[in-house]
């Protein structure tokens, strides 16, 4: 027999952990979420998500189901949402990772719900204004640059889903000439 609260105590810590928001924050989420939320009966739904060779992997297996469920949640995901992209706008341009990563993260949330986050926009930032140090501008006309950290790390491509560094694209853009 399946143990909810376990699951859903399960899922709740892994959202927490997974977007790194505090689980009372997550917890609030979803009691106060504009489209309400009955856990048990979404545990109940996912039943098919507890399986596994003993029970620590069939309850982790069934929170990940849950936690997803609990994403997908429009009132759930614009919290998260929220918490995510205010800290996209205070990127501190030390560590090009970190802000790569808060994008990985609002972009997998607005993913589960693709009717209400068509993209970043969501978020109140244009893709051209992502926080960053100031582009140089030999650069502007031959890579796609999204934002650039202190020590010259950059987001590159269409997708903002590479990283180089400004003396790798000015070394590329020499060999081309």
Known sequence: MIDHGIVIEKAIWRIAEEYDIDVETVENAITFSEEPLDLDTLVTEGIFCFRGPN?????????????????????????????????????????????????????????????????????????????SEEIPDDL?????????????MCLVGIDANRLMHVDDMRKNLKAKC
């Open 55 to 131: 029970d620590n992997v069939k309850y982790d297996n069934a929170s990940l189901c849950l936690s997803n469920k609990i994403i997908s949640n429009i009132g759930v995901a614009k919290v998260l949402i929220s918490l995510l992209c205010e800290r996209i706008r205070q990127w501190d341009h030390e560590d090009i990772n970190v802000l790569l990563s808060l994008l990985k993260k609002v972009v997998t949330i607005m993913e589960l719900n693709p009717d209400e986050y068509p993209g970043l926009q969501a978020c109140s930032i244009s893709p051209a204004e992502l926080p």
């Open 140 to 152: 502007d006309d031959n890579y796609y640059v999204w934002a650039m950290d202190k020590k010259g």
